[in-house]
């Protein structure tokens, strides 16, 4: 369970989702990011030891004569971990930089010698995804929901069009993405603002509860907490999953090209 876990949190950092019209801010706000923007997120079990590492790169670029930003984000374990069960994980996403609606998605995993690679070709006007499974040979059709996401671009779009100022304790945001071959649906509970110690001092955050499903890999639903920044940037700060024993979570490490000052109330 726990080597599960520590791939799931690898990839959660970029899958928190589209939330629903009553929090969306207007057209006209300002970006919360742009090209040039790079996080880098350490993970560890029960706050000590080291599990793995995740990135998230934004460069600006085309697709099919569009503008895009072009994200990617990777995922490795690292420490002991590597040595018993090995991950390589990297996705891609293009979407268009404007409206922050998915073109393509890539995703190409190792976890532990479970491997897929898949792309997924969006057609948000017809409403229709178009996945190539390139380990089996297999190309799909599917019906997916009005400007749908990718688990990559969700977070993006999230970022850009929340209007935190809006939230109140307990507020749900619903979420819409897809995911490999099916829509993929949770809910996000906004918990209120927090502060919380970082490896840069003590940052103003807003706390949030993303629902999973229970069973298997989870206990419960509510086993997931995720912390942002309480600025114009909306950094993820923090993940964590709680377990029966100990816990895992993924801290910002590193991060470069902020489009906003990030705002530390106590720096170390």
């Known amino acids: ?13 970029a899958q928190i989702g589209m939330a629903q019209t009553q929090f969306m801010k207007a057209k006209t706000e300002e970006s919360a990011f742009g090209g040039g923007e790079w996080f880098k997120f350490k993970m560890s079990y029960s706050g000590f030891l080291k599990a ?3 990135t998230l790169t934004v460069k600006e670029s085309l697709y099919d004569g569009k503008d895009v930003y072009h994200v990617t984000g990777k995922g490795w374990t690292t420490g002991m971990i590597k040595w018993f069960f090995k991950v390589r994980d990297r996705y891609e996403s293009y979407f268009d930089r404007y409206t922050i609606r998915p073109y393509f998605f890539i995703r190409n995993i190792d976890e532990g010698g479970h491997t897929k690679d898949i792309e997924i070709e969006f057609d948000q006007e017809n409403n229709k995804a178009f996945v190539n499974d390139k380990k089996h040979n297999k190309k799909s059709v599917f019906d997916t929901k009005p400007n749908i996401q990718d688990m990559v671009s969700t977070f993006y779009y999230l970022r850009n069009n929340l209007d935190t100022e809006k939230l ?4 749900e945001v619903r979420v819409d993405m897809f995911f490999d071959e099916e829509n993929y649906g949770f809910k996000l509970r906004y918990l209120g603002e927090d502060e919380i110690n970082t490896d840069f001092g003590t940052v103003e955050a807003l706390k949030f509860r993303p629902y999973v499903m229970a069973g298997r890999v989870f206990k ?26 100990g816990s895992l979570r993924a801290d910002l490490e590193a991060f470069k090209g902020l489009k906003h000052p990030f705002k530390i109330v106590v720096k170390r």
Do not use: C, H, Q, Y
């Open 1 to 13: 369970m726990k080597k599960k876990l520590v791939i799931l949190l690898l990839v959660f950092v």
């Open 52 to 54: 793995g590492n995740a």
């Open 168 to 171: 109140k304790k307990g507020d």
């Open 220 to 245: 419960e639903e509510e086993s997931l907490t995720l912390w942002v920044s309480k600025d114009k940037n909306k950094v993820p700060l923090r993940i964590k999953a709680d377990l029966a024993v």
